[in-house]
């Protein structure tokens, strides 16, 4: 990612909408910016202790968390293969999808 859009950067919502447009989101990121939206809602998340995926050494520290924590809580879900894909694009539709799993999943008193 350029252009000062890091991970960190990302949960700290300074992404803009251009850079968004251009270059989407993978699909760590999308679970990072869910998990940023849900502790911003009042929503903890806890260290958790392993991805469940079969390639869990290809997610990135940063997301690690994220990742375990909205799979355990099946916000999302791997490849049928075992696979997170953590670096494969997030389409649109997946991650609306996702973001309704979690407030179906996960609730808030606040709106998502």
């Known amino acids: 990612m350029s252009g000062?859009?890091?991970p960190n950067a990302a949960t700290a919502?300074?992404?803009t909408a251009e850079w968004l447009l251009k270059s989407g989101w993978n699909r760590e990121q999308a679970a990072?910016?869910?998990s940023a939206v849900?502790?911003?809602l009042g929503g903890t998340i806890p260290p958790q202790e392993a991805a469940p995926f079969s390639d869990r050494g290809s997610i990135s520290a940063w997301a690690?968390?994220?990742v375990c924590f909205a799979a355990s809580k099946g916000v999302i879900s791997?490849?049928?293969d075992g696979r997170f894909g953590p670096k494969d694009?997030?389409?649109?539709q997946a991650c609306l999808i996702m973001a309704l799993r979690?407030?179906?999943?996960l609730g808030s008193s606040a709106a998502i």
Do not use: H, I, P, W
């Open 89 to 92: 694009s997030a389409q649109r």
């Open 78 to 80: 791997g490849y049928e």
């Open 32 to 34: 990072t910016m869910l």
């Open 102 to 105: 979690m407030q179906q999943k």
């Open 38 to 40: 849900y502790r911003k």
């Open 64 to 66: 690690m968390d994220s």
């Open 4 to 6: 000062g859009n890091t």
């Open 13 to 15: 919502g300074a992404f």
